[in-house]
Each structure stands twice: as structure tokens, then as C-alpha cells.
């Protein structure tokens, strides 16, 4: 048999601690923070020698044994001690983790921090699962999180992504929404101002995509009122240009307003997989005569 590592070692004492009587003079609240501690090396040891799953587990042995003491700042400590690890391969775990850190630190009405550690599940959600409904759901979570607190800016980043999301999803009503609501915070600001062009832009791109120019239209002439710089500005005519070769069924100069925008202001994945889709739009539709 080969001999035990020094974190098996340890993770012998820390369970042998939390499952002892303990004697006459020690209190369960000792016992518990003593194994507590015990279990935190035991998991830091595993660390070392890179067994991450050994890892996250002995950290939520830990978290455990902090919440038999009421510790509840170290509670949700260890617990996303025990995310970090188990986020090296084992993704479903570090949500479970997660989510027991975000109900201890909602209790203690750290929601700036729950904030954090609800966009990490949403990363999660996104990278390793490619679950978008739920990624969506935990980026909105964190965004209201986010506002509450003030962060406005980084409330705005979690529902920008949320937006992209629905429209990954087709649901472009609600992208639009979330957009829109970016958009707006965006306006209060001479430091964000410069970007309610490009939140207008893909609000604009959702519209057609529910094939539907006299939204898209109206819409055009709202963010116009809402800031009248937009209508001059190279995301607004590229819209009104698209627009029109939607309404023409002109695939030839929707193609050539896509070119000429992209000429000056490259296109991200998210529009280009956009601005495919409702170019097969055009095709699929029967010219109207």
C-alpha cells in the first residue's frame, strides 16, 4: 500500500476531529473549528499536489464544519474556495459552491459580492456548459444585483451580455428591452455616451430579425429623439440602409452596406452571425410583386 500523501494525512485528522465525541472539556463549537482549520490544510495541501476535486471537497468539509459554528463570513469563504478548485474541470460542482456562497452572502446583505459570484455561474453557465438560458438568467440576477449596489457600469456589462444572449436565443422582444435599458443608463453619462450607438445598432438588428422594418423604423426615430447626434452617425444609416434592402428584398445592396461598414468599423462575431441571418431572410422570402 503506498504511504498516504501529506493531504491525505491531513484529511484523516480533519474527519476524525468533526466525527469525535469530543471530551469533557471541549465545547462542538471547538471541535468544529479545529477540524475546520484542519480540513482548509488538508484542502490547500491538495491544491499543491494539483487534486482539484480533492480540493473542492475538503474546502466544502470546511465550509460545513464553519456553518456548525455559525461562522458565516468563513463559511462562504471556503465555499468559494471550494468553486475555485472544483472550476478546474468540474463545473457543476463549483455552481453548487457557488450557490452556497451567494445564500450566505445575501444574508449578510453583501450583494455587491453575490453579484460577483453570480456572473462567475453565468461565465460557468456560458464556457463550460453552453447553456445560454441559464448563463442569461444569472448575468440578469447579477446585473439587478449589480444596480442595487450602485455599480451601474458593471450592472450595464452583465445585462449588455444578457441582451446578447436573447438574441442568441431568438428572443428578440426581450434583447431589445435590455438593450434599450443599457442604452438609456449609457445616456446619463458623458463617459458612456459615446456607446448607446452601437446598444441602438443591435436593438436595430433585432428588429429586422423579427422581420419586422416598421419596428425597426420606429425605433430608429425614438433613439433619434432620445439623442440627436444618432441619426448622422455611420450605425444609424447602416441601419436605415439595411432596412431598406430588407423592405426591397435586395440582397445585392444589403450585402454592399455590410461591406462598407465593415470596411471602417470591423464586425464582431455577434453581428456578423446576425447580419448572415437576415441575409438568408431576404432569400427566403418571396418577392412581393
Same mark, same amino acid.
Given at each position: 500500500?503506498p504511504?498516504?500523501?501529506?493531504?491525505q494525512?491531513?484529511?484523516?485528522k480533519?474527519?476524525?476531529?468533526?466525527?469525535?465525541?469530543?471530551?469533557?472539556?471541549?465545547?462542538?463549537?471547538?471541535? $468544529?473549528? #479545529? !477540524? *475546520? /482549520?484542519?480540513?482548509q490544510q488538508? +484542502?490547500?495541501?491538495?491544491?499543491l499536489? =494539483?487534486? $482539484?476535486? #480533492? !480540493? *473542492? /471537497?475538503?474546502?466544502?468539509?470546511? +465550509?460545513?464544519?464553519?456553518?456548525?459554528? =455559525?461562522?458565516?463570513? #468563513? !463559511?462562504?469563504?471556503?465555499?468559494?474556495?471550494? +468553486?475555485?478548485?472544483?472550476?478546474?474541470?468540474?463545473?457543476?460542482?463549483?455552481?453548487?459552491?457557488?450557490t452556497?456562497?451567494?445564500?450566505?452572502?445575501?444574508?449578510?446583505?453583501?450583494?455587491?459580492?453575490?453579484?460577483?459570484?453570480?456572473?462567475?455561474?453565468?461565465?460557468?453557465?456560458?464556457?463550460?456548459?453552453?447553456?445560454?438560458?441559464?448563463?442569461?438568467?444569472?448575468?440578469?440576477?447579477?446585473?439587478d444585483?449589480?444596480?442595487?449596489?450602485?455599480?451601474?457600469?458593471t450592472?450595464?456589462?452583465?445585462?449588455?451580455?444578457?441582451?446578447?444572449?436573447?438574441?442568441?436565443?431568438?428572443?428578440?422582444?426581450?434583447?431589445?428591452?435590455?438593450y434599450?435599458?443599457?442604452?438609456?443608463?449609457?445616456?446619463?453619462?458623458?463617459?458612456?455616451k459615446?456607446?448607446?450607438?452601437?446598444y441602438?445598432?443591435?436593438?436595430?438588428?433585432?428588429?429586422?430579425?423579427?422581420?419586422?422594418?416598421?419596428?425597426?423604423?420606429?425605433?430608429?426615430?425614438?433613439?433619434g429623439?432620445?439623442?440627436?447626434?444618432?441619426?448622422?452617425?455611420?450605425?444609424?444609416?447602416?441601419?436605415?440602409?439595411?432596412?431598406?434592402?430588407?423592405?426591397?428584398?435586395?440582397?445585392?445592396?444589403?450585402?454592399?452596406?455590410?461591406?462598407?461598414?465593415?470596411?471602417?468599423?470591423?464586425?464582431?462575431?455577434?453581428?456578423t452571425?446576425?447580419?448572415l441571418?437576415?441575409?438568408?431572410?431576404?432569400?427566403?422570402?418571396?418577392?412581393?410583386?
Amino acid at each position: 500500500m503506498p504511504p498516504k500523501s501529506p493531504a491525505q494525512i491531513l484529511l484523516d485528522k480533519a474527519d476524525k476531529k468533526a466525527n469525535s465525541s469530543g471530551g469533557w472539556f471541549t465545547s462542538s463549537t471547538t471541535k $468544529f473549528e #479545529e !477540524a *475546520g /482549520d484542519l480540513y482548509q490544510q488538508a +484542502a490547500n495541501s491538495f491544491k499543491l499536489e =494539483k487534486l $482539484f476535486k #480533492e !480540493a *473542492g /471537497d475538503a474546502f466544502a468539509r470546511e +465550509a460545513e464544519c464553519r456553518e456548525k459554528c =455559525k461562522e458565516t463570513n #468563513e !463559511a462562504s469563504n471556503a465555499w468559494w474556495n471550494a +468553486a475555485k478548485a472544483y472550476k478546474r474541470g468540474f463545473p457543476d460542482l463549483a455552481i453548487q459552491a457557488l450557490t452556497q456562497t451567494i445564500v450566505h452572502l445575501t444574508q449578510a446583505g453583501r450583494f455587491r459580492q453575490a453579484a460577483d459570484r453570480e456572473k462567475e455561474i453565468g461565465q460557468i453557465y456560458l464556457q463550460e456548459s453552453n447553456d445560454l438560458r441559464r448563463a442569461c438568467e444569472s448575468y440578469v440576477r447579477a446585473g439587478d444585483w449589480y444596480a442595487q449596489e450602485d455599480a451601474t457600469a458593471t450592472a450595464n456589462g452583465c445585462y449588455k451580455d444578457a441582451a446578447d444572449l436573447h438574441a442568441d436565443l431568438d428572443e428578440y422582444p426581450q434583447a431589445i428591452a435590455r438593450y434599450e435599458q443599457v442604452a438609456d443608463h449609457s445616456l446619463t453619462s458623458a463617459l458612456t455616451k459615446y456607446s448607446v450607438k452601437e446598444y441602438w445598432l443591435k436593438a436595430g438588428l433585432c428588429a429586422l430579425a423579427m422581420n419586422d422594418t416598421v419596428t425597426a423604423r420606429r425605433n430608429m426615430a425614438k433613439y433619434g429623439n432620445q439623442d440627436a447626434t444618432f441619426p448622422s452617425t455611420r450605425e444609424a444609416k447602416f441601419l436605415t440602409a439595411l432596412i431598406e434592402a430588407v423592405e426591397a428584398g435586395d440582397q445585392e445592396s444589403f450585402t454592399g452596406a455590410v461591406v462598407e461598414f465593415d470596411q471602417v468599423t470591423k464586425l464582431d462575431n455577434w453581428k456578423t452571425a446576425m447580419l448572415l441571418k437576415l441575409k438568408r431572410g431576404i432569400q427566403e422570402e418571396p418577392l412581393l410583386t
